[in-house]
């Protein structure tokens, strides 16, 4: 049975889609199940990930999964040209302390975006870079409304240091985060002007969400938009402190929602303690676990919570992470060690975002990126796959608003927003310029080199095996014995024996320099991963 026919034989004898829970998962772990178990947690699947976790049991795997990433070098100047040159930073230089004027804002926000898009192209097996993006959609700012890369940058430390750790943490550091106060204006909340965004942001989407048990009133953003009156940024620095001049000393009244809490007011620098009560009332609702279990399953399992699903994985997973004092990490060990994470249906259900789908393919193909020392290409080849990413409405750095991109949150469609008209064709014309031509920039091209990666493969001379391999690693997805027998068809060229391909792919091989054996084996393995990648199902992950 298919993908499709499994899934409408659910939906046809089911009113929910699965009862599995949090009960963690027994079986023997195969290939297909660390294959599932990396495609969710990393951007693609390379053959390297899948030889360091073999053999290893669940728990070992986890912890290797789970584990942080280093602090990676900052962003460089990589933009001096013939037609500018930064006075402020040489070019190599990180200008993450540099002065800033108008003529590098732009220069430097590309070259965080590419830097950050390198990182994630360049992940070890661990979930860290997937959960900063997930903090990124969460916290979400967008670098042309901050306008000054240097706080753009701390905010992304911010997140990469706590992507991790403990979530009351995160939120307590977010709220007084230089780039989140100018981005929401909270530097300009004051006890003579009060600014609610962020008050407001930090209850509708950062903490409990608008759901119908979210009954916080609008009072309660006024009253909380009063404890956040005081704090500062300073540009020069890219710091934020509080001043207590500026910070409304009054008590602020909450409602029954928050159990009419009373915030004392406070004076002096003794003011910025309100911001901890603050925090301590809001972590006080289930509903904050509640939300936030909410948003990791629908990044990482499916966009659908039905009755079952908010009973048996969300409530239990919000259970841990209250018992945890909001650590992340039990939250994350607990869904992906849990059978239902490892549910048939859970399997190859997730559009693949943008970001996914495009350093995914590169990873999963290990393509070769300009060296690290070739500074300038080493970006600009970085920032050519965040850009096909931004072209299918995802560009990393800048979601559509506060709220994220929609294929998040935005009911009913979900991760479906992702395909359209516009993005589906975009889609494959990257797949295709990838495995054909490639990009190509100051003589420094990127593509898929599809010899080498089927040459590292087991038994590349075997169509049958060289096609189940082939799948088992980029596909989430068993496919139909149909597709198989087209699939060897490319490689036969139409013929019928195994040979034929066979005897190609050893002829090549005697002796590699002769170009027409290597143009025999390149144009039908190009022909046959083209189809592959602009199947429906390499969408999915």
């Given at each position: 049975m298919d993908r499709r026919s499994f899934l409408s034989s659910k939906i046809r004898t089911s009113t929910f889609r699965t009862n599995t829970s949090l009960f963690p998962y027994s079986p023997p772990l195969g290939n297909s199940e660390i294959s599932h178990l990396l495609k969710r947690i990393l951007f693609g699947v390379k053959q390297s990930d899948l030889a360091k976790l073999k053999g290893k049991t669940l728990d070992e795997i986890l912890e290797l999964l789970l584990t942080e990433e280093p602090i990676p070098?900052?962003?460089?100047?990589?933009?001096?040209?013939?037609?500018?040159?930064?006075?402020?930073?040489?070019?190599?230089?990180?200008?993450?302390?540099?002065?800033?004027?108008?003529?590098?804002?732009?220069?430097?926000?590309?070259?965080?975006?590419?830097?950050?898009?390198?990182?994630?192209?360049?992940?070890?097996?661990?979930?860290?870079?997937?959960?900063?993006?997930?903090?990124?959609?969460?916290?979400?700012?967008?670098?042309?409304?901050?306008?000054?890369?240097?706080?753009?940058?701390?905010?992304?430390?911010?997140?990469?240091?706590?992507?991790?750790?403990?979530?009351?943490?995160?939120?307590?550091?977010?709220?007084?985060?230089?780039?989140?106060?100018?981005?929401?204006?909270?530097?300009?909340?004051?006890?003579?002007?009060?600014?609610?965004?962020?008050?407001?942001?930090?209850?509708?989407?950062?903490?409990?969400?608008?759901?119908?048990?979210?009954?916080?009133?609008?009072?309660?953003?006024?009253?909380?938009?009063r404890v956040l009156t005081g704090y500062t940024v300073n540009s020069t620095t890219i710091s934020s402190s509080f001043d207590p001049n500026k910070h409304d000393s009054g008590d602020k009244q909450f409602s029954a929602f928050y159990n009419n809490a009373i915030i004392k007011g406070k004076t002096g620098a003794s003011g910025a303690s309100e911001l901890d009560e603050l925090i301590n009332i809001i972590f006080q609702q289930s509903e904050t676990s509640l939300y936030i279990c909410r948003k990791l399953y629908r990044f990482f399992i499916y966009y659908e919570i039905d009755d079952a699903t908010e009973a048996n994985v969300i409530a239990p997973l919000a259970t841990i992470f209250r018992n945890s004092n909001y650590e992340i990490k039990p939250v994350l060990k607990a869904l992906f060690s849990s059978e239902h994470f490892f549910d048939p249906v859970n399997k190859a259900c997730l559009i693949k975002s943008p970001i996914d789908l495009c350093v995914g393919l590169c990873r999963e193909f290990n393509i070769s990126f300009p060296i690290s020392t070739d500074i300038i290409n080493h970006y600009y080849m970085h920032d050519y796959i965040r850009t096909q990413a931004s072209n299918m409405q995802q560009n990393v750095g800048d979601p559509p608003s506060v709220a994220g991109w929609p294929a998040y949150h935005q009911e009913p469609q979900y991760h479906e927003i992702w395909i359209n008209a516009d993005t589906l064709p975009r889609r494959n014309q990257f797949c295709d310029t990838m495995i054909s031509n490639g990009y190509t920039r100051n003589g420094k091209k990127i593509n898929i080199d599809i010899i080498s990666f089927v040459d590292s493969l087991p038994n590349p001379s075997d169509p049958n095996i060289l096609i189940n391999d082939s799948l088992s690693l980029i596909y989430a997805i068993e496919v139909s014995q149909d597709v198989k027998v087209f699939l060897k068809s490319i490689l036969l060229s139409g013929q019928t024996t195994d040979s034929y391909w066979t005897g190609a792919w050893n002829t090549y091989k005697s002796n590699t320099t002769i170009a027409a054996n290597r143009t025999i084996v390149l144009t039908r393995l190009q022909a046959m991963f083209k189809y592959l990648m602009n199947l429906p199902e390499y969408q999915l992950s």
């Open positions: 070098q900052a962003p460089v100047n990589n933009y001096n040209d013939t037609t500018y040159t930064d006075p402020n930073v040489q070019l190599g230089q990180s200008w993450v302390n540099a002065s800033l004027d108008g003529n590098n804002t732009f220069r430097r926000n590309t070259s965080l975006k590419s830097w950050w898009t390198g990182l994630m192209l360049n992940q070890s097996t661990s979930i860290h870079e997937k959960m900063i993006l997930f903090w990124h959609n969460h916290f979400a700012t967008e670098i042309v409304d901050i306008n000054d890369p240097r706080y753009s940058y701390k905010h992304h430390m911010l997140l990469r240091k706590l992507a991790l750790g403990n979530f009351k943490t995160l939120i307590k550091e977010i709220t007084i985060d230089p780039g989140m106060l100018r981005y929401l204006n909270g530097y300009l909340n004051n006890k003579t002007s009060p600014d609610e965004n962020y008050a407001r942001e930090l209850q509708e989407l950062f903490t409990l969400g608008k759901g119908p048990k979210s009954n916080y009133t609008e009072n309660d953003v006024k009253q909380a938009a």
